[in-house]
T-cell receptor, first 114, second 115 residues
Framework: GENVEQHPSTLSVQEGDSAVIKCTYS??????FPWYKQELGKRPQLIID?????GEKKDQRIAVTLNKTAKHFSLHITETQPEDSAVYFC?????????????FGQGTELSVKP | DAGVIQSPRHEVTEMGQEVTLRCKPI?????LFWYRQTMMRGLELLIY????????DSGMPEDRFSAKMPNASFSTLKIQPSEPRDSAVYFC?????????????FGPGTRLTVL
């Protein structure tokens, strides 16, 4: 079955710096790749997603890139702020074929120091 | 829209007791997912339903766990008998029928502690 590996497990940056989180997936049939942010004690919430027919997507300070050939995708956060501190999860899905079943990475704990 | 609703928010029980977790998905969402989150294992999919029918229960850890969805607006996850290793946060999530986006909306979770 699908397996999603996420790195690093923890990441500490200074406010204003950029942060990059990387994920690899095993099933080449996966075609939907969302990123969720989970603040301490809260629920995971979608922050950005990308489908396999797109190589990059941006939304203000966050962007996601996808390399289908290498089967990896990355989350980029620029101009980090303390409120970006949270655990970030990547996920992969085969979309329609699997009814949206998401396989999550293990998470990255991002700490942004003021 | 009230979002996905879960109850109870916290549950403390003793080993051997039956535990029932409840979920109300967002109205109109055809898919419902149950996840378990622990520090050791991360976010694991336990089971998911499409139009009230269980589609994939391969993540259910053992026979002590069971899930039902009697109608489009209600689902339960039951653990009987409960064990200390079942302590975790259990999330329910729902999504629309697959389309351009498969965004899953998570409920607030139920924090289960089994003593």
């Amino acid at each position: 079955g699908e397996n999603v590996e996420q790195h690093p497990s923890t990441l500490s940056v200074q406010e204003g710096d950029s942060a990059v989180i990387k994920c690899t997936y095993s099933d080449s049939a996966s075609n939907y790749f969302p990123w969720y942010k989970q603040e301490l004690g809260k629920r995971p919430q979608l922050i950005i997603d990308i489908r396999s027919n797109v190589g990059e997507k941006k939304d203000q300070r966050i962007a996601v890139t996808l390399n289908k050939t290498a089967k990896h995708f990355s989350l980029h956060i620029t101009e980090t702020q303390p409120e970006d501190s949270a655990v970030y999860f990547c996920a992969a899905s085969k979309g329609d074929n699997q009814g949206g079943k998401l396989i999550f990475g293990q998470g990255t704990e991002l700490s942004v120091k003021p | 829209d009230a979002g996905v609703i879960q109850s109870p928010r916290h549950e403390v029980t003793e080993m051997g007791q039956e535990v029932t977790l409840r979920c109300k998905p967002i109205s109109g969402h055809d898919y419902l997912f149950w996840y378990r989150q622990t520090m050791m294992r991360g976010l694991e999919l336990l089971i998911y339903f499409n139009n009230n029918v269980p589609i994939d229960d391969s993540g259910m850890p053992e026979d002590r766990f069971s899930a039902k969805m009697p109608n489009a607006s209600f689902s339960t996850l039951k653990i009987q008998p409960s064990e200390p290793r079942d302590s975790a946060v259990y999330f329910c999530a729902s999504s629309l029928a697959p389309g351009y986006t498969d965004t899953q909306y998570f409920g607030p979770g139920t924090r289960l502690t089994v003593l």
